[in-house]
């Protein structure tokens, strides 16, 4: 009879890694799960080698744990005498994401969104154009040049003048600021659904894509539930969920006003959620309705899509939820700004922001 036998799968060893890298790859996933929490997360690593054996006789896990002191991952400095996290542990997390979601990208020296326009830039297009004032000397396309004075002044006594020379077009590439709104109302982790992990580990990955491809482009970070604050890049390892509702409207007041400090002519705005906005704060009461769309609340929300459509700001919406009628508020909300909306999985959320934020292609004036 035709068929499939199956056995038990044995992974290959990943001969290329020594035990101590191995382990680190899953402790820095579990510190990013955990918020930041060594404790929490060691106990997680103790557990999965107890279930999956993943130390050895020759290197256990306590050879693990002085390796990761020594090499500078945790710190003892605390008063209490409990490990911490080390920046160069909140580094390694950034990079790790950056390679999970995006791939492994190259650094540059300048701004890198591709646009249809010349101007000046890293990448020599195929255009030419007579030189002009202010060109530079690594412009100059010297056989194009030569070759016209030869047919300008002829080949008996070599002349080269201005009109003779050529220049190669370079691509212009412009330089952007973003603000990424994370939601952290406590949808994010109901119905046993964990999505504060996916959210942070786009939010680390494309936070470490801009300063290492994309060193002259600004990223702010907020984070909005009955309230809204900034955070700083090194702060997102430890990003938890809180008991909040979601303000909306708190979140995209304060990407307003950090954008209106930014010196570059293309801005935009990055919103990750889950749901509906349920909050507003009206001096200092907050009013709240969980339990459905509030036209009060999502005519506010409405207004503000509007005054981003106004000062070209537009707000590419990631939504990570599947319910028709909180897809129906983002089509209105995205119809309003003239921005964009991803119904998004967990899985696909990074690489649909990669795409958005490498489709910039807009000519700065």
């Known amino acids: 009879m035709l068929g499939y036998r199956f056995s038990e799968f044995q ?15 899953i402790f820095m996933q579990l510190l990013t799960i955990t918020s930041g929490d060594v404790q929490e997360a060691m106990e997680w690593l103790n557990s999965l080698d107890r279930q999956y054996g993943l130390t050895s006789d020759e290197y256990g896990m306590g050879d693990f744990i002085q390796e990761l002191k020594d090499k500078g991952y945790l710190s003892e400095e605390t008063p209490g005498g409990n490990l911490s996290v080390t920046a160069k542990s909140e580094r390694t997390i950034r ?17 890198n969104h591709h646009t ?12 030419r154009r007579n030189y002009q004032f202010g060109d530079t000397l690594e412009q100059i ?14 080949i008996g006594d070599f002349t080269l003048m201005e009109d003779d020379l050529e220049i190669v077009e370079k691509e212009f590439k412009t330089q952007t600021s973003t603000v990424l709104m994370i939601d952290i109302s406590h949808s994010m982790i109901l119905y046993g659904e964990d999505r504060i992990t996916p959210a942070k580990k786009v939010a680390m990955a494309l936070a470490e894509l801009i300063t290492t491809r994309y060193p002259k482009d ?3 970070i907020i984070v909005f539930g009955n309230d ?37 002519k293309n801005k935009q705005i990055f919103m990750i959620t889950d749901g509906k906005p349920t909050c507003l704060k009206e001096g200092i009461r907050y009013y709240k309705n969980s339990f459905g769309l509030d036209r009060k609340i999502l005519n506010k929300t409405l207004t503000l899509a509007a005054q981003c459509r106004k000062i070209k700001v537009p707000v590419t919406t990631f939504m990570i939820a599947s319910d028709p009628y909180l897809q129906q508020f983002v089509r209105e ?3 309003v700004n003239q921005g964009r909306a991803y ?13 958005d934020y490498q489709r910039n292609r807009r000519k700065t004036f």
């Open 11 to 25: 992974p290959q060893p990943d001969d290329g890694k020594t035990p101590f890298e191995n382990l680190l790859k």
């Open 218 to 220: 600004t990223l702010d």
């Open 116 to 127: 249809p326009f010349a101007g000046g830039g890293d990448e020599l297009s195929t255009d």
């Open 95 to 111: 990079q790790s994401a950056l390679e999970e979601i995006f791939g492994k990208l190259k650094k540059t020296q300048s701004g």
């Open 141 to 154: 396309s010297m056989t194009e040049s030569i070759r016209n004075a030869q047919i300008n002044h002829g």
């Open 333 to 335: 909300f995205t119809e």
């Open 228 to 264: 809204s604050w900034q955070i700083q890049i090194k702060d997102l390892p430890y990003l938890q969920v809180g008991p909040y509702h979601t303000n909306t409207v708190a979140g995209l007041e304060l990407a307003m006003d950090l954008l209106r400090r930014r010196k570059n």
């Open 343 to 355: 119904y998004s999985s967990l899985k696909g959320l990074g690489n649909y922001i990669f795409e």
